[in-house]
């Protein structure tokens, strides 16, 4: 293990977190907030220091090899959340450690979480700061480092496949560099398309930065206790966030194919496909089964069902009204869309649309196999035979995945919580959600629960964004002796 290589990339991490706290540093100087102007200034300065500490120890070699990279992605994303709760406690706007961790936590992890009761009474720039750890996390804080640190050169590759979403992560260049730096391009061009629309809503400057930021991110955090609830009657709002959050939950590559004119590429995308339908399909069940039961209005209904489809699936946990209080039949919707996610290499979370449909054609497969044994039947995805092992890797992760879900259910409802809330509290943040049903609804959130508990689901957020296998890579002591 090359712990010099690891260390260096660790406090070069700490310097970048430590340089973009200046952001919220400054609205908190602007709105004269002593304890918050404080607090960013004591974390900065610990940041700084251990960040040249170890941004200057000797490394004997370069090279990047997987098991380096793994443990960079890993350490990397809970040392950056560990001080990006620094702000939080030393400014005492969050006392509990266990909560700001949560909290920090829940906003690189794009999860969008609170475990705080009165989100309004916080700092202007603490609330910036955890909007911004959305942006950061959304399209991962590694990736940033790679796309400003090319001194990791082309093997920085292992980073990038870490890091990412999805069964096989797209690169554009052959340099990673330049990979990075595109997907940012895409990344902050599509915040500021965003953060315009929002704005013309009707939305002040400053929670227009916090929704931008959010919904790009696929987050979900807001400066309101309620979420959007008081946005409700905004129609305009309502409706150029669902489709901001649709547009955030599409693959990053097809953007950038749509801007190399590749337009057929991206129309026959088999996931782009699936997305959408199931959206569609989920809209249109969810609106039959409210229209006349909890909305007299056709157009309100069908704000209200697109919307929070749009927000659950693409795993953003923005609400506009508790839908806890909807039919059983709308609420299952929304809890199978948990379990959804939207496309890979976005920046939302949860299982992705491509790995259930590999899992489809796999059942369809084996069910294909028992009327003709020896038939040859691949799995093609956009007209691409799938390599064994990647369709090995989707069945597996599947399998991991559902298994960590049972078990982490198990492990909340020591709680005391019912079945339900138990189940939903682990789907919303081991598939980096947010918001859940029954004691972890839209209304209560996670504020209730212990602190054991919000520990625990603080490494599930962490698991579910680094997709299970590179965290559990790490905690294996076989990883740490060969």
Same mark, same amino acid.
């Given at each position: ?12 991490? +700490? ?22 102007? @404080? &607090? ?7 940041? &700084? ?36 709760? @620094? ?11 266990? =909560? ?27 609330? %910036?700061? !955890? ?14 480092? %790679? ?22 992560? =797209? ?14 391009? /895409?990344?902050? +061009? ?16 400053? *929670? ?17 206790? =309620? ?65 006349? !039961? ?5 157009? *309100? ?20 009204? =508790? ?17 959804? &996610? ?26 294909? !196999? ?9 799995? /093609? /995805? ?74 625990? %689901?603080?490494? @599930?957020? @962490? ?18 002796? *060969?």
């Amino acid at each position: 293990m090359n712990f010099g290589l690891v260390a260096r990339v660790l406090g070069n991490l +700490l310097l970048i977190e430590g340089a973009v706290l200046t952001i919220p540093l400054g609205m908190s100087w602007y709105c004269r907030e002593r304890s918050a102007v @404080l &607090g960013f200034l004591l974390s900065m300065g610990i940041m &700084g220091l251990l960040g040249l500490f170890l941004s200057n120890i000797p490394v004997k070699s370069q090279r990047l090899k997987a098991r380096e990279a793994i443990s960079i992605v890993t350490l990397g994303w809970v040392v950056v959340s560990l001080f990006a709760a @620094l702000p939080m406690v030393l400014s005492g706007a969050v006392p509990s450690f266990a =909560d700001a961790f949560f909290e920090a936590v829940s906003g690189l992890t794009t999860t969008g979480a609170s475990a705080l009761r009165n989100i309004e009474s916080l700092p202007k720039g603490i609330l %910036l700061w !955890r909007s911004l750890l959305h942006w950061l996390g959304g399209m991962g804080i590694l990736v940033l480092t %790679l796309a400003i640190l090319p001194t990791l050169g082309v093997v920085g590759f292992q980073v990038f496949k870490a890091e990412s979403p999805g069964p096989a992560p =797209d690169k554009f260049t052959p340099r990673i560099a330049a990979t990075s730096k595109i997907l940012y391009t /895409i990344y902050g +061009l599509l915040t500021l398309i965003i953060l315009a629309a929002v704005r013309a809503a009707g939305v002040s400057w400053f *929670e227009s930065f916090i929704l931008a930021f959010g919904t790009v991110g696929t987050g979900g955090f807001g400066i309101h206790s =309620d979420s959007l609830a008081g946005w409700s009657g905004n129609n305009q709002l309502i409706f150029t966030l669902a489709g901001a959050m649709l547009l955030a939950g599409v693959n990053f590559s097809l953007y950038y194919d749509l801007f190399k004119g590749r337009w057929k590429q991206v129309f026959s995308n088999t996931e782009l496909r699936w997305y959408l339908a199931i959206m569609a399909l989920s809209v249109l069940g969810i609106s039959l089964n409210l229209y006349g !039961r909890v909305y007299g209005s056709l157009s *309100e209904t069908v704000k209200q069902a697109w919307f929070h489809v749009s927000s659950v699936m693409t795993t953003t946990g923005y609400a506009t009204t =508790d839908f806890d209080l909807w039919p059983s039949f709308s609420k299952g919707v929304l809890f199978l869309l948990m379990f959804v &996610g939207a496309s890979a290499g976005s920046t939302s979370g949860s299982v992705k649309v491509v790995r259930l449909v590999v899992w489809a054609k796999v059942v369809k497969r084996e069910i294909s !196999r028992v009327l003709h044994p020896q038939a040859a039947k691949p799995v /093609i /995805i956009n007209g691409r035979v799938m390599p064994a092992e990647v369709v090995q890797g989707v069945v597996s992760f599947l399998l991991l995945y559902f298994a960590v879900f049972a078990l982490g259910s198990l492990v909340i409802s020591l709680e005391g919580l019912d079945l339900l809330s138990s189940m939903s509290a682990v789907a919303a943040t081991l598939g980096n959600i947010g918001v859940g049903l029954g004691a972890v609804g839209p209304k209560p959130g996670f504020a209730g629960l212990s602190s054991a508990s919000k520990l625990f %689901l603080s490494f @599930l957020m @962490l698991l579910g964004r680094l997709e299970l296998f590179t965290m559990l890579a790490v905690m294996s002591p076989r990883f740490w002796r *060969e």
